[in-house]
């Protein structure tokens, strides 16, 4: 035993570790409960009484010096790991971080929602898959119109056969079937905006894309005229394009609205002048608007007879293609860096 002892010494003084894990690996070996040191301590009970004193004593200092070699070690490396961190340069500048902006889209929505809320305008959402009736039915499209044809319209399928074409769903084609949705809900007087996206089975290209974004609008009260669409237009594009911005109606054609009219503003970049982006009409067409249809009205349980509504819409896109100056509707989808960080946000 004695001889065994003297072995594990020389093997113990020998031990040269290179890491902090060889440390621990020192103490599991020698010093833990089932190690070599604790090991012998067991044996010891077998040891005769003459020997006792002598490997007894021996033993101890094995344990105590395993014990005070493995505190050593074990100082001496974290003191050189703590040395190293303090190695670092502090004064490196921090990782760069890229900070985010809004998407012009998203600027374009937000100032165009501010405008009318600071004229005491609501703003609602509804759902991007729709049904026939809020898309087009309550809307007063005959079933035969073609915007419902599958060319504009991407269908859902629901998985069951349907009969007929009026059960169909299909994704949005237009902001409109929000204004059914809260007239259904709402008793007016009704003074509401509704942004969000709409789907149309277009082919992509700079000027036409098949997902874009739209804010709709809709007042209605009693004793509403073309005159309250007239001003509120007016309000809108002083405080969304200048000043002097000056407005035209050209009469148009919607389903859902009577009479109809395309609302061009004067161009804000020639101020009428001429230029390639009026295309030297010194007028841009900015949106589709008109006074609510009787029928629409009657088809959310509101008296048509008693109350009259003006109605908007136009395509954010559009405006930020003319805004900005953009050539390409693209852009917007692509979420190109380069793109995107040149729009700056007020809010
Ligand atoms: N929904 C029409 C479109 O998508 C725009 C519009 C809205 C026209 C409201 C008149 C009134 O083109």
């Not at 040891?47 to 002598?54: A, F, L």
């Not at 033993?59 to 493995?70: G, P, T, V």
């Not at 059960?167 to 949005?172: C, F, K, M, P, V």
């Not at 009469?251 to 161009?267: G, H, K, M, Q, R």
């Amino acid at each position: 035993m004695k001889e065994r002892i003297d072995q594990i010494r020389r093997e113990i003084e020998n031990y040269q570790p290179e890491n902090k894990e060889q440390v621990e690996e020192f103490r599991i070996k020698y010093l833990s409960k089932k190690g070599i040191i604790p090991q012998l301590f067991t044996e010891f009970k077998n040891v005769p009484k003459e020997e006792r004193k002598e490997l007894g004593k021996l033993m101890n200092e094995l344990k105590n010096d395993a014990q005070q070699k493995f505190n050593d070690l074990k100082a001496s490396f974290e003191a050189a790991e703590k040395k190293d961190q303090q190695k670092q340069d502090l004064t490196l500048p921090a990782y760069f971080q890229e900070v985010g902006a809004r998407h012009p889209i998203n600027i374009l929505r937000n100032e165009i929602t501010e405008i009318f809320k600071s004229i005491g305008f609501q703003v609602n959402e509804g759902p991007e898959i729709e049904d026939d009736w809020h898309n087009f039915t309550a809307l007063n499209f005959p079933p035969e119109h073609p915007a419902r044809d599958m060319q504009d319209t991407f269908f859902v399928d629901s998985g069951s056969k349907v009969a007929k074409e009026s059960d169909q769903i299909a994704l949005r084609t237009h902001t409109s079937s929000v204004q059914i949705r809260v007239m259904e809900n709402q008793k007016p007087p009704i003074r509401s905006i509704f942004p969000g996206r709409v789907y149309r089975n277009e082919a992509i290209s700079a000027r036409a894309h098949c997902m874009f974004h739209q804010v709709e609008g809709l007042y209605v009260d009693k004793g509403v005229s073309f005159a309250d669409l007239k001003q509120t237009m007016l309000y809108f594009s002083k405080e969304m394009f200048g000043k002097d911005t000056r407005l035209r109606f050209r009469p148009s054609y919607f389903p859902f609205t009577e009479p109809s009219a395309e609302l061009d503003i004067s161009c804000f970049i020639c101020g009428g002048k001429g230029c390639n982006i009026c295309k030297y009409t010194g007028f841009v067409e900015i949106l589709g608007c008109g006074m609510v249809d009787p029928n629409v009205l009657e088809n959310c349980g509101i008296d048509s007879k008693k109350y009259a509504g003006f109605a908007f819409g136009m395509g954010i896109e559009r405006i930020g293609l003319l805004k900005y100056q953009i050539n390409d509707l693209r852009l917007f989808f692509e979420n190109d860096m380069r793109f995107l960080k040149q729009f700056e946000s007020a809010v």
